[in-house]
């Protein structure tokens, strides 16, 4: 080491280690102690190798209990909403007029529905329009229908310019012509609609209401 060389600070010897910062010629840069590197990255790797056993389990253990919750969280939110379809779906009853005809009778049904409709779904249902369900025959003395209660009319824009539709709720009725009475429940998923329905929001319509 030569006399009086000037002293390097802990990151010029650490620029002259790298090859970023070349010393002066009289500097006395020391070698690089690769066996207490070595030492020193072991003990790091040991603590943090050890940490992270210590940790991951409660890692993985706070995911599963996490999913755990939310599986249950999502249980208790399908059996909320079958719970409030079966619900809305119990069936509403009432007789036929005396002497009333086929399509008094369906009217009076109608009117029916509508009125159940604005009472607990929309303050705008309308009387609904009912049609004789898939398969019924409409002479026989106990019939199921389609019906629909209209909420709003819908008119397309832009590209649907032209296009009408009707947003409803939709019911299935069922009329016993020769019995004087009749029954009708919300249904779900709407009878006929094009969609594939989730099974977990399928709810059997009462028996009342099946033809």
């Given amino acids: 080491m ?59 253990d706070a995911k599963e209990e996490r999913a755990a919750r939310e599986q249950r969280e999502l249980d208790q939110r399908w059996a909320a909403r079958r719970e409030r379809i079966a619900r809305e779906q119990q069936p509403r009853t009432g007789r036929l007029e005396a002497g009333a005809g086929r399509g008094e009778a369906v009217a009076a049904v109608e009117a029916a529905i509508g009125a159940d409709a604005r009472r607990r779904f929309d303050p705008d249902a309308r009387p609904a329009t009912c049609e004789p369900a898939e398969g019924a025959d ?24 032209g296009a009408r539709g009707t947003l409803g709720i939709p019911f299935r009725a069922v009329i016993d012509f020769e019995a004087g009475s009749y029954a009708f429940c919300k249904t779900n998923p709407p009878p006929g609609e094009q969609v594939i329905p989730d099974p977990r929001t399928i709810v059997e319509l009462p028996r009342a209401c099946r033809s």
């Fill in 2 to 60: 030569v006399k009086d060389a000037p002293r390097l600070s802990r990151w010029e010897i650490l620029g002259a280690w790298l090859n970023v910062w070349t010393p002066p010629r009289d500097a006395h840069v020391p070698p690089i102690p690769w066996r207490k590197l070595a030492v020193g990255g072991l003990l790091t790797l040991l603590v943090a190798g050890g940490a992270l056993a210590l940790i991951a389990p409660r890692i993985d």
């Fill in 138 to 161: 409409p002479a026989a003395a106990r019939v199921a229908y389609d019906c629909l209660s209209a909420v709003r009319d819908i008119v397309g824009a832009a590209d649907q310019t």
